[in-house]
């Protein structure tokens, strides 16, 4: 999701789980490499319209202290950012320009994440969107966070 024309079909690659504890909910595998190494991340539509992202903490998510690392939350966080802004950012490349957060919790091994948010405002070549990381029904990471519309770009390797 970072511009590159390798990243345009991002969106290509939603699927379906059918089967399991995320039956009905859908995910990208192949559509962000570090997200398929991070996660699975997972995202459901709820009946007013906006996004619910999800995930269970794996014993890989965690730090020494035998708790979630920073770096996955903001990770998720990240993921979450661009399901939420989904519905204004169809059909053009973004990236992050901005992000905040505020760690005020804990997840532990098995615990399931979620999150959900909203868009405070889209203008023509910026995204407003705050949003609330939980586990439990308890806060994890409040968030917010700009995302820039961008041209795409070809990438040389």
């Known amino acids: 999701m970072d511009g590159t024309q390798e990243h345009q079909d991002y969106n290509s690659h939603r699927t379906l789980v059918t089967e399991g504890e995320w039956a009905g909910w859908s995910y990208y595998p192949g559509g962000d ?16 319209g906006t996004a619910l992202c999800a995930f269970r903490a794996e014993k890989k998510h965690l730090n020494g202290g035998g708790f979630m690392h ?12 661009f399901m939420i802004a989904r ?40 995204v407003f969107v705050r949003g609330l990381i939980t586990t439990g029904g308890e806060p994890v990471m409040p968030f917010s966070a700009v995302i820039k519309k961008v041209r795409p770009r070809n990438v040389q390797a």
């Open 87 to 126: 519905p204004v950012l169809a059909d053009s490349y973004s990236v992050t320009a901005t992000f905040n957060g505020e760690f005020v919790g804990s997840v532990y091994e098995g615990q399931i994440v979620e999150c959900t948010g909203e868009v405070v405002k889209a203008g023509r070549s910026m």
């Open 33 to 48: 490499p570090y997200e398929d190494l991070a996660g699975p991340f997972y995202v459901r539509d709820r009946e007013d």
């Open 70 to 81: 920073g770096g996955c939350i903001m990770t998720f966080a990240d993921f979450c950012l």
